[in-house]
């Protein structure tokens, strides 16, 4: 049987892309659009491109109405929208899957400092699951009733980083993770320096070092490492739409790491994961834009610094196709079903 998903907030893009993704999937359909709109849109004319192709109508956001017409529900809201729905949602009995920031930041005085406002639901953030399937245990995704969709930013950085960390081949100091990403990664609604005269051929780090993905990624690392980790994180906009690309600069623990040892530790902890390609050639966002994959290599330069490269699509695998996939898991499909 068909697993039935609703979407809340299916006029965004990572909603958008959410239904282009269910549109492909064998084993799973949208039942219901769950917009908060007074008037309720229509999603074809939203989206002209879902013309012939979704007719389903948007309904108001109704936990009760949602829990009867699908199994589980996404989450394609802005942080604090979401966790103000989670609730209701997971006592009207449905799976939830939030690809918001709410739930990702398991502590939540850090939340609370991280996002400027209060965590309004710690009751559900204490058996949230962070949903990174190629770094989580999968067993928790599959028993979990409310999966933390990861960021964008920082599912590129801990895949790129954590097979070193795992392995003890680089120092957990002095990282620093240099990142571009897309225009589609900042949402669909206005917002003046977004506007196209002011973006094309503009090229600008923003958030240096106080960025609110920094203590995600660091939460990831140092859950690999089993001690603190801390990052140096350094967003730019690119003026393109979609794609993020990672640049990380690591230490190597000691002088005898060769490059080999680096590939090593990526094909070890990669080799049987579809979603992350290790390549020995340069990522680049034009590769993986659509898909969710997960590009990444690494050098070692003359001077002894490791440099690991990865690149990815921050609304598939940085953001819808992570929650597919996550879906997947929870209900015992292919990981892969409607991601390939
Ligand atoms: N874009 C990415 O690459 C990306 C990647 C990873 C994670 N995320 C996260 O995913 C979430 C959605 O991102 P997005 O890029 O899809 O955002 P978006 O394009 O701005 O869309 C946001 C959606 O949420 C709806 N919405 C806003 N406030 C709401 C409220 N108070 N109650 C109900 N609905 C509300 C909007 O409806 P209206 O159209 O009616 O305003 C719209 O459908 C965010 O938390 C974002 O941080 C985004």
Redesign the pocket.
């Known amino acids: 049987m068909s697993i039935r998903a609703a979407i ?8 958008y892309w959410l239904i282009e993704l269910l549109l492909r999937h064998p084993g799973a359909k949208v039942t219901y659009l769950a ?3 007074e008037e309720l ?1 229509n999603i074809a004319a939203e989206f002209p491109a879902l013309m012939g192709r979704c007719e389903l109508a948007c309904k108001p ?1 109704d936990a009760e109405a949602i829990a009867h017409d699908a199994d589980v529900a996404f989450l ?4 604090k ?2 966790m103000a729905y989670v609730p209701g949602l997971l006592d009207a009995g449905l799976r939830v899957v939030d ?3 709410d739930y990702r930041l398991a502590d939540a005085e850090l939340y609370e400092t991280t996002y400027h406002t209060p965590h309004e639901d710690r009751a559900n953030l204490e058996h949230a699951v962070y949903g990174l399937p190629e770094l989580t245990d999968r067993q928790r995704i599959a028993e979990a009733d409310l999966i933390a969709n990861p ?2 930013y920082p599912t590129a950085a801990a895949l790129g980083i954590a097979p070193l960390l795992q392995r003890s081949l680089v120092s957990s100091e002095n990282i620093v993770i240099n990142a571009a990403s897309g225009v ?2 900042a ?3 206005a917002k003046p320096h977004l506007h196209f005269p002011e973006l094309v051929d503009s090229y600008f780090a923003y958030g240096c070092g106080d960025h609110r993905h920094q203590p995600e990624i660091e939460q990831t690392l140092s859950a690999v490492k089993g001690g603190d980790v801390e990052v140096l994180f350094v967003p730019h906009l690119l003026p393109i739409e979609r794609g993020i690309l990672e640049t990380i600069y690591l230490d190597p623990l000691d002088e005898d790491v060769t490059e080999d040892d680096l590939f090593e530790a990526f094909e070890d902890a990669y080799g049987d994961e579809t979603f992350v390609r290790v390549r020995s050639e340069m990522p680049n966002v034009k590769h993986v834009r659509g898909t969710n994959f997960c590009d990444i290599t690494v050098r070692l330069t003359p001077r002894g610094k490791v440099v690991v490269f990865a690149a990815e699509d ?2 598939i695998k ?2 819808s196709g992570q929650a597919v996939q996550n879906m997947n898991i929870m209900f015992a499909q292919e990981e892969t079903a409607g991601l390939l």
């Open positions: 809340l907030g299916p006029t965004g893009y990572t909603g917009s908060a709109r849109p956001i394609c809201l802005p942080h929208a979401a690809l918001s920031a960021g964008c589609s990664g949402g669909r609604s921050n609304m940085g953001a």
